[in-house]
């Protein structure tokens, strides 16, 4: 009894000494981080300065989004959010951490949000400056006007399916989740664009779950890498959920099959793949191609990259129209006076419209297709952003839907007003910092598809708006704004949007 008695009594002092330890360690830590860090002056939440869980806390529940521009109007422009991070809000700190810095080191991006796909294979999104580059030459042709020319064929086809399909849907006469038919739309599109074969959900009229899988990847990647940061990586098969798992497998899986397929077909078939395919022989033992683990991850990237965040845009443009009728009435107007039909709508003169852009921008800024910027890394020797010195290893970001919100950047920013995108626009719009409104990136590692999303986009709506008037179904939407009260894990989880669609009178 005695002797059970002392090991009960030693695992027991043993708990309490590990038990202090970890309080001593725990106080130390928040104390050099609220008193002794570098990074002690900024301004912001002093919860959030001592410690990394509570950013980590609102990116699992995915409202960090609203926090940052709570946080943002509090405390200022440039405000820290981590032990380790800062977060900006102006258009000095775009220039001064996203683009091109010469004669000085790239800041690396951020290694919490690294995808790192189960081949382990760093896709366009991680690679190191050498890789990065080489993907970005190897993709560059497909993305340029001429390459986009090309591909404007295909484009327009799946855009007149689209519209081929909500005319059959609103002789129904009942509303319709357009965001359900741009994100098809969209999806076919990339398909045909990445792999010259369409995913077939216009004309099967269902979504492919290929869609479903690509979001379950970027829950696993932006909640799931918060476990690795904690040093829980190996659990997080089992913190996640089993569908969040399953289908970051299946996403891999289709992309497997696609780029296998798609490579059978060899270099001629007009679609991204045709130079890379060139390149490539013998697994990239030239070393100016792609290795086949690469092509599989940035086919990965491709796919999600290039149709989640068109349907965003698209639905964004079209519930701001609806829930401002004066410039939606302006824009059809445009459009139906500058075509005498849908089919001479083109990827090349949509661009000559000039209200058209700016709903656009409007719609970008009100409702940025990408919410969150992915941080970057401050490189050695530290870096002067906004004005101030910032030291090495400091990861540094700036906001896009806090900074696109603050009246420091916006006049009303709150407010739905194309006209400020305009040249004419009223002198009230001069103070607005234009260059904070940056929806694409800046910098070598900005988005590569920004001409193929606004043509697409472009198209989309001036053959939507051509053929169809538009109203929200109010009965089925709720409250005015609650469309764009939506959580954010990197790219926002949207909402179902239904809208009336009633063939236009000619
Ligand atoms: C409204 C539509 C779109 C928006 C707002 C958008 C925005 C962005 C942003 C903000 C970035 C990250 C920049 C950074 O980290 O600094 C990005 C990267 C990227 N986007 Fe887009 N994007 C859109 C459509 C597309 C389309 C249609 C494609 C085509 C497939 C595409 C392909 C990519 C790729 C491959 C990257 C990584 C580029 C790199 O790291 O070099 N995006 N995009």
Redesign the pocket.
């Known amino acids: 009894m005695d002797f059970f008695d002392s090991n009960i009594k030693l695992l027991g002092a043993s708990v309490l000494a590990l038990f202090s330890a970890a309080s001593i360690y725990l106080v130390s830590y928040i104390g050099y981080n609220l008193f002794l860090h570098p990074l002690r002056s900024y301004p912001g939440p002093k919860s959030w300065a001592a410690l990394r869980l509570p950013w980590a806390y609102h990116q699992v529940i995915g409202d960090n989004n609203d926090k940052m521009l709570e946080f943002h109007k509090k405390y200022g422009p440039c405000i820290r959010i981590a032990p380790d991070e800062l977060s900006y809000a102006t258009s000095q700190a775009w220039r001064d951490v996203?683009a091109h810095r010469p004669g000085q080191p790239e800041m690396s991006k951020t290694t919490i949000f690294q995808a790192s796909a189960p081949n382990k294979i760093p896709s366009?999104?991680g690679a190191n400056k050498e890789n990065?580059a080489r993907f970005?030459k190897l993709l560059s042709y497909a993305f340029s006007e001429k390459g986009m020319r090309e591909q404007e064929p295909r484009i327009k086809e799946h855009v007149d399916l689209l519209i081929t399909r909500l005319q059959e849907l609103s002789e129904t006469g009942q509303s319709q989740d357009v965001l359900l038919w741009y994100t098809r739309a969209a999806f076919d599109i990339?398909g045909d664009l990445a792999f010259g074969e369409s995913f077939h959900s216009l004309s099967d009229k269902k979504t492919h779950d290929w869609m479903r899988a690509t979001w379950d990847n970027l829950r696993y990647v932006m909640t799931g890498n918060i476990f690795k940061f904690y040093g829980f990586g190996f659990l997080m098969a089992y913190l996640l959920p089993k569908g969040t798992v399953e289908g970051r497998l299946r996403n891999f899986q289709y992309t497997q099959t696609k780029v296998e397929a798609r490579l059978r077909y060899g270099s001629e078939r007009g679609d991204f793949w045709d130079k890379i395919v060139i390149k490539s022989e013998d697994d990239n033992a030239g070393g100016q191609g792609m290795t086949k683990g690469e092509m599989l991850n940035n086919a990965a990237?491709?796919v999600f990259?290039?149709s989640d965040?068109?349907a965003?845009?698209s639905s964004g443009m079209t519930y701001l129209l609806s829930r401002n009728p004066d410039k939606l009435a302006k824009l059809t107007e445009e459009i139906r006076s500058a075509y005498k039909s849908s089919d001479d709508m083109d990827l090349i003169n949509v661009g000559q419209l000039k209200y058209l852009p700016a709903v656009m921008d409007e719609s970008?800024r009100v409702y940025?297709?990408?919410p969150v910027?992915?941080a970057r890394i401050v490189p050695n020797g530290g870096a002067m952003i906004n004005g101030k010195f910032v030291p090495a290893g400091t990861s540094v970001n700036v906001q896009q839907h806090p900074s696109y919100h603050l009246e420091s950047n916006f006049y009303r920013p709150d407010d739905f007003i194309p006209e400020r995108w305009l040249e004419n626009r009223d002198p009230v719009f001069e103070n607005d910092d234009r260059a904070a409104h940056q929806?694409?990136?800046v910098?070598p590692?900005?988005?590569?598809?920004?001409n193929?999303?606004y043509a697409?986009?472009k198209l989309i709506m001036c053959k939507v708006l051509w053929n169809f008037d538009i109203s929200l179904d109010e009965a089925k939407m709720g409250e005015q704004g609650e469309w764009l009260n939506q959580k954010s894990y990197g790219l926002w989880e949207k909402k179902p949007l239904w809208v009336k669609l009633t063939q236009r009178k000619n």
Do not use: D, M
């Open positions: 996203y366009i999104l990065h970005r990339i990237v491709l990259a290039g965040t068109v965003t845009l970008l940025p297709a990408v910027q992915i929806p694409f990136g910098g590692r900005n988005c590569i598809g920004k193929l999303a697409e986009t």
